[in-house]
């Protein structure tokens, strides 16, 4: 019993690294990688790693999953390095960045757990990624409601509340997403952060503002809002919509403009996916939302289709229900159909709900506005 005794009381003073020590450690490994002495960094930032140093590990994990600073991209390096960092972290830094990379994979359920474990720890980025998950029915079944409550946790979150939760909740209250529309909680969202193309909208229609079409448009020029310039004269009930013209897209850029590899598409012979943007043009609101050709995976609830222009579209529940009811009150719908879907789209093509594609000869200027 004594022998044991002694030895526990040794094993006390046994010489931890201390934490000035760790970050002079790391301090020095981050460097060797920075001035690409690759060999040498990655053995010490793995020894870090494995002594509880989590800033190893999380730029080991970057390092093998982007290919960066020498290092050959190796995602399941770099998938393990994440891990090692996500199973005792407290922050959830690495967590996320793991969920962002299955996101990217389409491994949505792997993602969803991740995102789950920080946004009910009440990380406002967790909650953030959480709620898009349920807002697009990816990993589970689409809840725009619960969406809705996830994004106003992430947006009143105490401990760095989450910018792009706010912006999300300008478009949600606006466009009644999950909610009813309301422009009292647009207002309040709007202080938080700005979106031009919903103040030059409710300028346009008089929500919660003056009605003032003059103002909108000063807004869609002031921002370059092409996008929504292109369709002024749909706006107006003046004209068509316009063809052939290039424009950055004034919607939030489709994730698969990131990936080489297409998310939709699986068990196709052919990959290739046209992507169309669907437009209503109502007497009180404006939208536009994308659309696909090709077979989806992981929408939620069943495949999400309407039939148009001859094509079959899969779309989101949530963008299904508002087409529903725009054509219940009798809106403009409107499909254009894009060559590139990411920033600078170009439409090749379009037609009214329910009517056959329209290809109008493609003039070399721009119409004046």
Known sequence: MKTIALLLSAALFLPVPSMAKQTTAFSEAEALLYSRETNKAVERLSDLCENGTLRACSLLGFAYTAGRYGVKKDDLKGFYWYERCAEREKNFFCANELGRL???????EKAY?????????????????FARMILEGKGTHPDSEKAVRWFRKAAHAKKKPSKQARCQMVKMSYYGIGMR??????LYWLKMCDNPLVRALMSFYGHGVP?????????????????????????????????????????????????????FGTGRKDPKIETYAVKIFASDFYRSFDVRDGYAENIGGGDQTFEA??????????????????????????????????????????????LPW????????????
Not at 117 to 127: I, W
Not at 211 to 226: C, F, P, W
Request: aromatic share 8%.
């Open 181 to 186: 529309p309301s422009v009292k909680d647009t």
């Open 211 to 263: 009605k003032d079409r003059e103002k909108a448009r000063q807004i869609m020029t002031e921002y370059k809002l092409n996008e929504a310039l292109d369709d002024w004269k749909d706006l107006t009930g003046e004209g068509q919509p316009t063809v052939g013209k290039k424009s950055v897209r004034d919607q939030t850029v489709p994730e698969d403009c990131f990936k080489k590899d297409l998310l």
């Open 113 to 129: 757990a991740l995102f789950k474990k920080g946004a009910q720890a009440d990380h406002s980025e967790s909650q953030y990624r």
């Open 102 to 108: 299955y996101y990217r994979r389409s491994e949505y």
């Open 309 to 354: 222009c001859g094509t079959t579209f899969y779309t989101t529940k949530e963008n299904k229900r508002l087409l529903q009811k725009a054509v219940k009150n009798r809106a403009i719908v409107k499909i254009s159909r894009y060559k590139n879907a990411c920033l600078n789209a170009e439409t090749t093509g379009f037609c009214n709900l329910n």
């Open 358 to 369: 329209s290809e109008p000869e493609v003039k070399q200027e721009d119409d004046a506005l």
